[in-house]
């Protein structure tokens, strides 16, 4: 199951035996170590044991089940949390296996990694008596959905709409919408309103730098010069680094290039270029604003202003301004 299904999960079937959160949003981890200790677990001293899963090797790992295995003293479960632990098959056949599918029922045992394991490591999420939560990075209706059903447990309403806003402002990283949605809830708890706006999030949560990255390459997609300065001035002024924001503007159409013109799903685009396939997915619906040639061209002639300035034939102020004249009147 998505993490965002969790919850209610939880709250309609209890505490499953095994679970096995997997995935790079350490986000959904932390909460859902949280939400099982305080339901489950009363007195983390007695009832709560930690291991680290590299340490977990043969004859080691009986520890872990052992831990498992033991009676609670004080609370309704004893949790065991166990972290990235990648047993290989022949452990897994050997000690694994019989304990997760008749796992006690007393004991939950948590299994937290952030990756899959290497070749010849047991799959896990697949394995009999597990529960599997998907911890990977969110898609874009995932957390709309996530901020939804949050607000809606507070008694507030946010559509889509905003709800897509609010993520895009936080460059879809979940402890930032996390952190972002509770300031936008305390909002509406002190002015008594009932539902988050476009305006609030405006107002009260700051663009992600990939958020402005998405408004530029929409600005010069649009020949919006207005725009585009107006955010570059914002980039400049934040990092004081006319180079640095040159660069990273360099690389952010090579990018664009790249995906643009990659073949495949967004999973085998990622696979190729060592991204991740939510971000393939964004890259190639701004990538579609333009042509192939736009894109190189837009690039080139970046990578062209970020190299004079190395070599000093321009100072990066006068680069910048070099570019922009470039993207706006000529014809890229």
Not at 38 to 67: C, H, M, N, P, Q
Request: glycine residues 6%; proline residues 2%; contains cysteine.
């Amino acid at each position: 199951m998505k993490y965002v299904d969790f919850r209610k999960f939880t709250d309609e079937h209890g505490a499953m035996p095994v679970y096995l959160f997997e995935g790079e949003e350490v986000y959904f981890h932390e909460k859902g170590e949280a939400l099982l200790r305080s339901r489950f677990v009363t007195d983390t001293t007695l009832d709560y044991a930690t291991f680290e899963g590299g340490a977990l090797k043969g004859e080691k790992i009986k520890d872990l089940l052992d831990a498992v295995s033991a009676f609670p003293f004080l609370s309704e479960k004893r949790l065991v949390k166990v972290t990235e632990f990648y047993p290989s098959e022949k452990d897994f056949e050997r000690y694994l296996k019989d304990f997760l599918e008749n796992a006690p029922k007393d004991g939950i045992l948590l299994i937290m990694n952030v990756g899959k394991g290497k070749a010849g490591t047991a799959a896990l999420s697949k394995a009999k008596g597990v529960t599997f939560v998907d911890c990977g990075k969110s898609d874009e209706e995932t957390i709309k959905k996530w901020i939804y059903l949050t607000a809606k447990k507070a008694g507030v309403y946010v559509d889509g709409m905003t709800s897509g806003l609010l993520a895009a402002y936080c460059g879809y990283d979940m402890a930032r919408v996390s952190k972002e949605t509770e300031k936008l809830l305390f909002c509406c708890e002190a002015e008594e309103l009932t539902r988050i706006t476009d305006e609030m999030v405006e107002t009260h949560v700051a663009p992600a730098s990939e958020y402005k990255n998405y408004e530029l390459t929409n600005a010069v997609s649009r020949k919006n010069y207005g725009e585009f300065v107006k955010i570059m001035q914002e980039f400049t002024v934040k990092s004081a680094d006319f180079l640095a924001v040159l660069s990273m503007l360099a690389s952010h159409f090579r990018t664009l290039y790249e995906v643009g013109m990659s073949k495949g799903s967004d999973k085998e685009v990622a696979a190729q270029l060592g991204m991740k396939e939510f971000a393939v997915k964004k890259s190639r619906e701004q990538a579609a604003k333009f042509t192939g040639e736009q894109l190189f061209a837009l690039y080139s002639r970046l990578y062209d202003a970020v190299s004079k300035v190395k070599c000093g034939e321009l100072t990066p102020p006068s680069a910048l301004k070099t570019v922009t004249a470039g993207i706006f009147f000529e014809n890229l």
